[in-house]
């Protein structure tokens, strides 16, 4: 059963546009939603995150929208660059004592030139 | 700052043998530490967790185990690699929230 769900799978934008990667999850305990970014060889690396009790979380050019209601979450990142070219993983944490994250399959992002 | 050293960066090993992946954290101390596993092109799948010296908690069992000698130190070993163990092995700190990850041990059981 795969609690934490994103689509999609891989996205192709032109630099300088919005990618828009979705995230959902099952388990109304989740209370915690860090999205990391990985490039090839490497450890993921934590990019931005949001508690369940926000809506929205922003950083730079990295946004956060989050529905609780709807157990939706969506990573928006504006003026794409080439540079921003990974996988990005998004993942959930519930109120447990272990900290345990479970993670999304992940989407594939190019930013093309 | 703190610092997360993995080690060996990566492994080639024959199915059978035994296997010792090391993970040390510098500046930060008695972390929060795991150990997770990724399949290539795959996601990250947590396979232990340990909140102080010598107590760890396995999430899956995978024929690994996992061992905390020291408040800096993590451990990932087993006696007898299948084809299955190979992947991307990564440890991890946290001490509040927030999850970080090393560089990982690229594993190729042969």
């Known amino acids: 059963q795969q609690q934490v769900r994103q689509s999609p799978q891989s996205l192709t934008v032109w630099e300088g546009e919005t990618a828009i990667l979705n995230c959902s999850y099952e388990?109304?305990?989740?209370?915690?939603f860090p999205w990391y970014q990985q490039f090839p060889g490497e450890g993921p690396a934590l990019l931005i995150s949001?508690?369940?009790?926000?809506d929205k979380k922003e950083d730079g050019r990295f946004t956060i929208f989050f529905n609780k209601r709807e157990k939706k979450l969506s990573l928006h990142i504006t003026d794409s660059q080439p540079g921003d070219s990974a996988t990005y993983f998004c993942a959930a944490r519930d109120a447990g004592g272990n900290n345990k994250l479970t993670f999304g399959q992940g989407t594939v992002l190019s930013v093309i030139p | 700052a703190q610092t997360i050293h993995q080690w060996p960066v990566a492994e080639i090993k024959a199915v059978g043998s035994p296997l010792s992946l090391g993970c040390t954290i510098k500046g930060k101390s008695s972390p929060n530490l795991y150990w997770y596993w990724q399949a290539t092109g795959g996601t990250l799948q947590q396979l232990f967790y340990s909140i102080t010296v010598g107590q760890v908690e396995s999430v899956v069992q995978l024929n690994l185990s996992a061992s905390r000698p020291k408040d800096d130190q993590f451990i990932l070993s087993t006696e007898k690699l299948l084809l299955s163990h190979s992947g991307f092995y990564l440890c991890?700190?946290?001490?509040?929230?927030?999850?970080?990850f090393g560089k990982g041990t690229r594993l190729t059981v042969v």
């Open positions: 949001i508690r369940s009790v926000s």
């Open positions: 388990d109304s305990t989740f209370n915690y």
């Open positions: 991890a700190w946290s001490h509040d929230t927030e999850v970080f």
